[in-house]
């Protein structure tokens, strides 16, 4: 009786454990494109620190991906809704500016990617490293501010 109640409990560590094994890239990026009429907000050539976390039940993931951009003054999320990101995928920003403003709000308004070249195109969870370029529709809700970035990424560990 022990042994079976041991064992069930261990299956269920392990289960919990399993799927909470989230994979995600993490690495350095440059504005390469940033318009003037972004204002502070961003300028070219910024550097940024860039967490993508793709959407995938094989990589311990849940259906949403996440493109965390973090500068020098604030913080941007692209959340895009039950897919890759991808070019042409909308996403929902969730930022928090220099000012310490906040929007939390996913539905306030939403944009898209209009532009994602990433080799390898399909990451795994033994994939190491990648490289992506890709642009930010409407970056901080700003019309007219669409940005590019191109980052490397490490697998994090």
Not at 120 to 148: H, M, N, R
Request: proline letters at 3%; charged letters at 15%; glycine letters at 8%.
């Amino acid at each position: 009786m022990k042994l079976t109640v041991a064992l069930a409990l261990g299956a269920a560590i392990l289960t919990i454990s399993v799927a909470r094994a989230e994979t995600a890239w993490v690495g350095n990026s440059f504005a390469v494109n940033a318009p003037s009429y972004c204002g502070s907000t961003i300028g070219y050539g910024d550097s940024n620190r860039i967490t993508y976390r793709p959407a995938g039940s094989a990589l311990g993931n849940g259906t949403d991906s996440y493109v965390a951009i973090l500068s020098q003054r604030s913080a941007f999320v692209a959340r895009v809704v039950g897919s890759l990101a991808k070019t042409g995928a909308a996403y929902s920003p969730l930022w928090v500016g220099s000012h310490l403003n906040i929007d939390a709000d996913y539905n306030a308004w939403t944009s898209k990617i209009s532009s994602w070249t990433m080799t390898p195109a399909t990451l795994s969870a033994t994939t190491d490293s990648a490289e992506v370029t890709f642009t930010i529709v409407k970056y901080y809700g700003k019309t007219g501010c669409d940005v590019t970035f191109h980052a490397n990424l490490e697998r994090t560990p």
